[in-house]
């Protein structure tokens, strides 16, 4: 077997690099859109913010079935009250249907806001609920964590993910 001298190795070797990095950057140019149906910009904080502001008018209407609406076929909805995972419009239909009877009016406290791109992104942070008991008429306060991952998908945006948690302390 004959040897090459090192140097000849060393270009061989770097030649077989370059070659194999000029084609996965030829390949990445030519990948497409990240997502189906990109919008091309992103997203500001304020229309993100504004998700949940609809979210909550939807609850407003008392119809479980136009709160689901606002969410994707395949979400999942771990919600406040209730152990149950939720994961499918049956089911958040299901959840919404018990929890609209305490007549919640939900606000933010504190929100953190995160774009990932164009068709996604993340709302963060504490919420309360104000429930009104059907029986009695007596309200109480619930003050939670939350969690909405939103997608827009088919130039909609959809929740995807959904959670909710009573404060441990609270």
Excluded: C
């Excluded at 060393?10 to 997502?35: H, I, R, S, Y």
Aim: glycine letters at 8%.
């Amino acid at each position: 077997m004959t040897r090459r001298p090192i140097t000849k190795r060393v270009a061989v070797v770097a030649a077989g690099a370059l070659v194999a990095v000029g084609t996965f950057a030829a390949g990445v140019g030519v990948a497409g859109p990240e997502k189906e149906g990109s919008s091309g910009k992103k997203p500001t904080k304020a229309e993100i913010a504004a998700l949940f502001d609809g979210w909550n008018a939807a609850l407003q209407t008392r119809d479980p079935e136009t709160v689901t609406e606002r969410y994707a076929d395949d979400a999942v909805l771990l919600p406040t009250v209730s152990n149950k995972v939720r994961t499918d419009h049956a089911g958040i239909e299901d959840y919404f249907e018990h929890f609209l009877l305490n007549k919640p009016v939900g606000k933010k406290i504190e929100t953190h806001i995160n774009i990932l791109d164009n068709n996604s992104a993340l709302d963060t942070g504490v919420y309360e609920f104000t429930l009104t008991d059907p029986d009695t008429g007596a309200k109480r306060l619930v003050e939670a964590r939350y969690t909405y991952e939103y997608e827009k998908r088919n130039g909609e945006w959809k929740i995807v993910n959904h959670h909710s948690s009573a404060m441990p302390e609270g």
